[in-house]
């Protein structure tokens, strides 16, 4: 991670982050093993989380560190790769941090829950699941599953902002 997603001048220091090693459920109806890094306070809140996921059988296209895309959120969202920590602005616009600087933010299939604003969608190849009303394999909805396992941590859901609407984001902050 030294050199990409986490960086001198991060709000975060290194000793304070932990890799989180974690078994989903694949798109493939496969268990996989993927990796996470979250501040740790959140570490074992997280485990848990995606352990009622796993019971869930909530399907995640893949879990990788966003090192494995450059540090990247843009190739890491249109790879619909499920990801937490990574040393980035907001929106990637100076100078607010984003809360996954802080690793208390994870995005989860991005592109089938993509962000939502009046600019546009991103990832742009998740323009498919903007619309909510029918239901597919992998997105993210108010009172799932998914939305009660993050609840019960205190977490909160970008899909239920106002605007922009980021359906992919749970963070501790509601940010």
């Given at each position: 991670m030294?050199?990409?997603?986490?960086?001198?001048?991060?709000?975060?220091?290194l000793h304070d982050l932990r890799l989180v090693r974690l078994t989903y459920w694949g798109f493939d109806r496969a268990a996989h093993t993927g990796k996470l890094v979250v501040h740790k306070r959140w570490a074992p809140e997280i485990a848990r989380v995606f352990h009622k996921l796993y019971d869930a059988r909530f399907p995640i296209r893949r879990m990788r560190l966003v090192d494995r895309y450059g540090a990247?959120?843009?190739?890491?969202?249109?790879?619909?790769?499920?990801?937490?920590?990574?040393?980035?602005?907001?929106?990637?616009?100076?100078?607010?941090?984003?809360q996954h600087a802080y690793?208390?933010?994870?995005?989860?299939d991005p592109v089938e829950n993509p962000y939502v604003g009046p600019w546009g969608v991103s990832p742009p190849n998740g323009a498919a699941f903007v619309h909510r009303k029918?239901?597919?394999?992998?997105m993210l909805a108010?009172?799932?599953?998914?939305?009660?396992a993050f609840?019960?941590?205190?977490?909160?859901?970008?899909?239920s902002?106002?605007?922009?609407?980021?359906?992919?984001?749970?963070?501790a902050t509601n940010r």
């Open positions: 030294t050199g990409r997603s986490w960086h001198p001048g991060c709000p975060v220091p990247t959120d843009m190739r890491s969202m249109k790879a619909d790769n499920t990801s937490a920590f990574n040393c980035r602005y907001r929106n990637n616009v100076c100078c607010t941090w984003s690793g208390r933010a994870i995005d989860i029918r239901l597919r394999r992998g108010f009172h799932d599953r998914a939305w009660w609840h019960a941590i205190g977490w909160h859901w970008g899909g902002w106002n605007g922009p609407t980021d359906y992919q984001h749970y963070s």
